[in-house]
């Protein structure tokens, strides 16, 4: 009998306290933001901290108090910051997603050491060492500390040249590693950007050319080769305005030292459809290059000379009315300005042969 | 009247739960790094063993000894104080969100907290009416905030001193815990 009453007195005590916990629960229920837990759902959970908050719980706090951008994480880019954006109910900012670039080819074949370092291996410890033991005192010291920092692994050591390699397929762009480098030397730059400058040395001529082999010597050659006034000059280093750049890479051809470095696998190129054009000469006109060849009122075509920065497609009046006249897509052989040939000879014998007539 | 005076001095200074019986040392060292969250976690185990002190004295003379369940003694009272627990922690986090974060998880921790639970048996044990055990846990809690205030305020000092880097934390916290524990023993013969 005792036992029932044990259950008994129990049980009703639970009882009676379950409702009195149900109640308080009521009167002192508080509001939780649904959109603040909304947004943690969304972000990559890395608490990488790459955002400026502590982890990916502070930053969904933020944003869902407006203290934050939505696309505050780097790490996520667009994607994340899209959803962000709809829980959020505002439109997300065109934010392209950047990459972490090595500033510097100073590898040991273009940079030489001035002495054999054999302290510790981490590079704020070399370069307290006499600004390091490469012969410019900015290069990159190529002993792994911003491969320590990346929680991604996207960065490892080239160990013959001792020089930073990023993946930038791994790279998450939280500038993990633009923090940890001690001589500045990675920079966050738009993955789209294909032509940028690879060294950071402020020096001109031959203070830098003793140096390094591929330095920018401060000669300001790129300036006048940017048809789009794109570049300037800041500390004796060319400045690329990204807004303005049309990736053409004409500044990396005319560089004498490849300081301005480009991936000319990726340079784009611009093919006249033949069936679509209607020769308005509007492209002509607008190219800077020499690239458009054809008369007025004939087919026009494109030849070697073109360098891909697409002002010829943005003009185009059949492009403007949604027709694809103008097409940009990547160049398969190099640019050859000599040359002045059609790019694509064999799929427009009609406009050569229309051209010959005229 | 006299009851209550030497009831008072002697929770709070004599007997001192922290400092005599060495109850409660998880939050005492845990929530004494600043005087404000210190003070906070005072106020909430003081409401707390207060009106555990009062329900469970109830729970004990009305329902557990009358039908012979002592030996529920231990499980009825965790439950009065889980729950209590329960309710001032929605309570704080309505009322006073700063405080409800700098407490932390010292403030569930409360639950399972042993001068809680002492202070309920404690009552029973002494046999005394529902005023007294009330006025009872009401000055048992007050001791206890007594003492950690005392080494929040201890510690905050301690902080600027220049201590050796092995003593900074916890073991200056234990040893200061140690040696008010020993001047404490200095109140032994007030009553």
Same mark, same amino acid.
């Given at each position: 009998?005792?036992?029932?009453?044990?259950?008994?007195?129990?049980?009703?005590?639970?009882?009676?306290?379950?409702?009195?916990?149900?109640?308080?629960?009521?009167?002192?229920?508080?509001?939780?933001?649904?959109?603040?837990?909304?947004?943690?759902?969304? #972000?990559?959970?890395?608490?990488?901290?790459?955002?400026?908050?502590?982890?990916?719980?502070?930053?969904?706090?933020?944003?869902?108090?407006?203290?934050?951008?939505?696309?505050?994480?780097?790490?996520?880019?667009?994607?994340?910051? &899209? %959803?962000?954006?709809?829980?959020?109910?505002?439109?997300?900012?065109?934010?392209?997603?950047?990459?972490?670039?090595?500033?510097?080819?100073?590898?040991?074949?273009?940079?030489?050491?001035?002495?054999?370092?054999?302290?510790?291996?981490?590079?704020?410890?070399?370069?307290?060492?006499?600004?390091?033991?490469?012969?410019? %005192?900015?290069?990159?010291?190529?002993?792994?500390?911003?491969? %320590?920092?990346?929680?991604?692994?996207?960065?490892?050591?080239?160990?013959?040249?001792?020089?930073?390699?990023?993946?930038?397929?791994?790279?998450?762009?939280?500038? &993990?590693?633009?923090?940890? $480098?001690?001589?500045?030397?990675?920079?966050?730059?738009?993955?789209?950007?294909?032509?940028?400058?690879?060294?950071?040395?402020?020096?001109?001529?031959?203070?830098?050319?003793?140096?390094?082999?591929?330095? $920018?010597?401060?000669? !300001? /050659?790129?300036?006048?080769?940017?048809?789009?006034?794109?570049?300037?000059?800041?500390?004796? #280093? @060319?400045?690329?305005?990204?807004?303005?750049?049309?990736?053409?890479?004409?500044?990396?051809?005319?560089?004498?030292?490849?300081?301005?470095?480009?991936?000319?696998?990726?340079? !784009?190129?611009?093919?006249?459809?033949?069936?679509?054009?209607?020769? $308005?000469?509007?492209?002509?006109?607008?190219?800077?290059?020499?690239?458009? !060849?054809?008369?007025?009122?004939? /087919?026009?075509?494109?030849?070697?000379?073109?360098?891909? $920065?697409?002002?010829?497609?943005?003009?185009?009046?059949?492009?403007?009315?949604?027709?694809?006249?103008?097409?940009?897509?990547?160049?398969?052989?190099? /640019?050859?300005?000599?040359?002045?040939?059609?790019?694509? @000879?064999?799929?427009?014998?009609?406009?050569?042969?229309?051209? %010959?007539?005229? | 009247?006299?009851?209550?005076?030497?009831?008072?001095?002697?929770?709070?200074?004599?007997?001192?739960?922290?400092?005599?019986?060495?109850?409660?040392?998880?939050?005492?060292?845990?929530?004494? *790094?600043?005087?404000?969250?210190?003070?906070?976690?005072?106020?909430?185990?003081?409401?707390?063993?207060?009106?555990?002190?009062?329900?469970?004295?109830? =729970?004990?003379?009305?329902?557990?000894?009358?039908?012979?369940?002592?030996?529920?003694?231990?499980?009825?009272?965790?439950?009065?104080?889980?729950? +209590? =627990?329960?309710?001032?922690?929605?309570?704080? *986090?309505?009322?006073?969100?700063?405080?409800?974060?700098?407490?932390?998880?010292?403030?569930?921790?409360?639950?399972?907290?042993?001068?809680?639970?002492?202070?309920?048996?404690?009552?029973?044990?002494?046999?005394?009416?529902? +005023?007294?055990?009330?006025?009872?846990?009401?000055?048992?809690? +007050?001791?206890?905030?007594?003492?950690?205030?005392?080494?929040?305020?201890?510690?905050?000092?301690?902080?600027?001193?220049?201590?050796?880097?092995?003593? *900074?934390?916890?073991?200056?916290?234990?040893?200061?815990?140690?040696?008010?524990?020993?001047?404490?023993?200095?109140?032994?013969?007030?009553?």
């Amino acid at each position: 009998m005792n036992i029932v009453w044990a259950i008994v007195v129990l049980g009703a005590m639970g009882i009676l306290f379950g409702i009195l916990l149900t109640w308080t629960a009521k009167v002192f229920a508080v509001e939780s933001n649904p959109r603040r837990d909304a947004v943690r759902e969304v #972000l990559p959970g890395a608490n990488c901290g790459g955002c400026g908050f502590p982890g990916c719980d502070g930053c969904a706090d933020a944003i869902a108090e407006g203290r934050a951008p939505v696309n505050a994480c780097p790490v996520g880019g667009a994607d994340v910051a &899209k %959803k962000v954006a709809s829980i959020m109910g505002v439109e997300a900012g065109e934010e392209e997603k950047k990459v972490a670039r090595v500033v510097c080819q100073g590898g040991t074949d273009n940079c030489k050491t001035r002495f054999s370092y054999n302290g510790i291996h981490d590079c704020v410890a070399a370069s307290t060492l006499s600004d390091g033991y490469k012969t410019c %005192k900015y290069a990159c010291m190529g002993l792994g500390t911003c491969e %320590k920092a990346c929680p991604f692994g996207a960065i490892h050591m080239d160990e013959n040249r001792h020089i930073a390699v990023i993946d930038e397929e791994k790279c998450q762009s939280c500038g &993990k590693c633009v923090a940890a $480098c001690p001589k500045h030397v990675i920079e966050l730059r738009p993955i789209s950007q294909k032509v940028d400058l690879a060294c950071h040395n402020p020096g001109i001529g031959k203070a830098v050319s003793a140096n390094c082999q591929i330095g $920018c010597i401060g000669c !300001q /050659r790129c300036i006048k080769a940017c048809k789009f006034e794109a570049i300037s000059m800041v500390d004796n #280093l @060319p400045k690329i305005d990204y807004t303005k750049c049309r990736q053409c890479m004409m500044c990396a051809e005319a560089c004498p030292t490849e300081a301005m470095k480009a991936v000319f696998e990726d340079r !784009q190129v611009a093919v006249i459809d033949p069936s679509i054009c209607v020769g $308005c000469g509007a492209c002509k006109r607008t190219c800077q290059f020499g690239a458009i !060849q054809g008369e007025l009122k004939v /087919r026009h075509f494109i030849n070697d000379a073109c360098t891909g $920065c697409g002002e010829c497609a943005s003009v185009c009046p059949l492009n403007k009315k949604g027709k694809k006249c103008i097409v940009i897509r990547t160049r398969n052989r190099p /640019r050859d300005p000599q040359a002045a040939l059609p790019v694509a @000879p064999k799929a427009a014998p009609a406009k050569a042969g229309e051209a %010959k007539k005229d | 009247m006299n009851v209550y005076l030497s009831m008072l001095i002697g929770y709070l200074l004599v007997n001192n739960y922290v400092m005599c019986q060495f109850f409660g040392i998880c939050p005492f060292l845990g929530v004494s *790094k600043k005087f404000d969250t210190a003070l906070g976690m005072g106020m909430a185990v003081t409401f707390v063993i207060t009106l555990a002190s009062f329900i469970t004295w109830l =729970v004990q003379t009305f329902l557990l000894t009358p039908l012979g369940l002592d030996y529920m003694q231990t499980i009825a009272f965790i439950l009065v104080i889980a729950v +209590l =627990v329960q309710v001032v922690e929605n309570a704080l *986090k309505k009322l006073s969100y700063s405080l409800y974060q700098a407490l932390g998880v010292y403030l569930p921790l409360i639950t399972t907290n042993c001068v809680v639970l002492a202070v309920a048996i404690n009552n029973i044990t002494d046999g005394w009416n529902l +005023l007294e055990a009330t006025f009872c846990g009401c000055c048992s809690a +007050l001791g206890f905030t007594l003492a950690l205030l005392l080494l929040a305020c201890i510690r905050e000092r301690l902080e600027l001193s220049n201590m050796p880097k092995w003593m *900074k934390g916890s073991p200056g916290a234990l040893i200061t815990a140690g040696l008010m524990a020993i001047s404490f023993m200095g109140f032994g013969g007030l009553i």
